[in-house]
């Protein structure tokens, strides 16, 4: 069993930035990938960005040169840092990570690009 946080959504204006974070529970967090995912009312969860177990990372092209993925095993915690923030993405950020076939979720944080 895997509890994940999210933290860090709000609102701010375009061009604006933003931190996310997810801790994680237990004691293996180094030894798995973890993802953000990010869904809009009545669309599909899609992938964000991605970090595996050794730091390797890809992103979705929509958010290429704007967010950093990273990770602090030390604290079990997975960042994204989000900037030149766009009206496009606003939508609820998920954490996840997998377990053989499972998929763990966090509650979600909402972002919010408006002026």
């Known amino acids: 069993q895997v509890q994940l946080v999210e933290s860090g959504g709000g609102l701010v204006q375009p061009g604006g930035s933003l931190r996310l974070s997810c801790a994680a529970s237990?004691?293996?967090?180094?030894?798995?990938?973890m993802a953000w995912y990010r869904q809009i009312p009545g669309k599909q969860r899609e992938l964000v960005a991605a970090i595996t177990s050794a730091g390797s990372t890809n992103y979705a092209d929509s958010v290429k040169g704007r967010f950093t993925i990273s990770r602090d095993n030390a604290k079990n915690t997975v960042f994204l840092q989000m900037n030149s923030l766009k009206p496009e993405d606003t939508a609820v950020y998920y954490c996840?990570?997998?377990?053989?076939?499972?998929?763990?979720w966090g509650q979600g944080t909402q972002v919010t690009v408006t002026s």
């Open positions: 996840n990570t997998k377990r053989a076939t499972y998929n763990y």
């Open positions: 237990g004691s293996t967090f180094r030894l798995y990938a």
